[in-house]
């Protein structure tokens, strides 16, 4: 009696067979289909604004974004002008240095949608605002809207480098 049955044998030969077949497709697919987001983690200073929400003119506006795939988190920092940098990333203080407004959002086909609602030192009320835009070489580009005060405007934020090491040229290897 043999072990080595021919029936076995061929079983086994499809269904390992077919199993790498479905490796390769699914791989093939996966490389020309699967890609993942452009990374755009970073802090971006506002240089041009264009018909911003009353209470945001004159103001020196940053968002810096943390990405986690297509899934995005961060914050609009709202400082007057004049107001140091160390001291505007700081929380709304008694004496109306700056604040921040914690943002969320997606980004998708080179589209960035972040929305965030909180207290501006200028307005009367509470903001609820989205931000629109595209990363073009390094920059975002598009439109913040206040949906409370139903108004728009367009912006151009540039790029900031960090001021900080990386974490990997801090820790001794």
């Given at each position: 009696m043999s072990h080595f049955n021919v029936k076995t044998l061929s079983f086994y030969g499809v269904a390992i067979g077919s199993v790498l077949l479905l490796f390769k497709v699914v791989s093939a697919y996966g490389e020309t289909k699967l890609?993942?987001?452009?990374?755009?983690?970073?802090?971006?200073?506002?240089?041009?604004?264009?018909?911003?929400?009353?209470?945001?003119?004159g103001q020196q506006l940053k968002l810096n974004v943390e990405q986690s795939g297509v899934y995005l988190f961060g914050n609009l920092e709202v400082a007057s002008p004049g107001v140091d940098d160390d001291r505007a990333v700081q929380p709304k203080s008694s004496q109306g240095k700056g604040v921040e407004i914690p943002f969320n959002g997606s980004f998708e086909n080179n589209q960035i949608i972040m929305s965030g609602k909180g207290n501006v030192a200028n307005c009367d009320s509470q903001v609820q605002l989205t931000v629109q835009g595209q990363h073009k070489n390094g920059n975002l580009v598009g439109q913040i809207n206040d949906n409370v005060a139903k108004t728009k405007g367009a912006f151009v934020a540039k790029f900031q480098k960090s001021k900080l090491p990386s974490a990997e040229s801090t820790e001794g290897h």
């Open positions: 890609k993942a987001p452009q990374n755009i983690d970073g802090s971006y200073q506002f240089v041009q604004t264009e018909n911003l929400p009353d209470c945001l003119q």
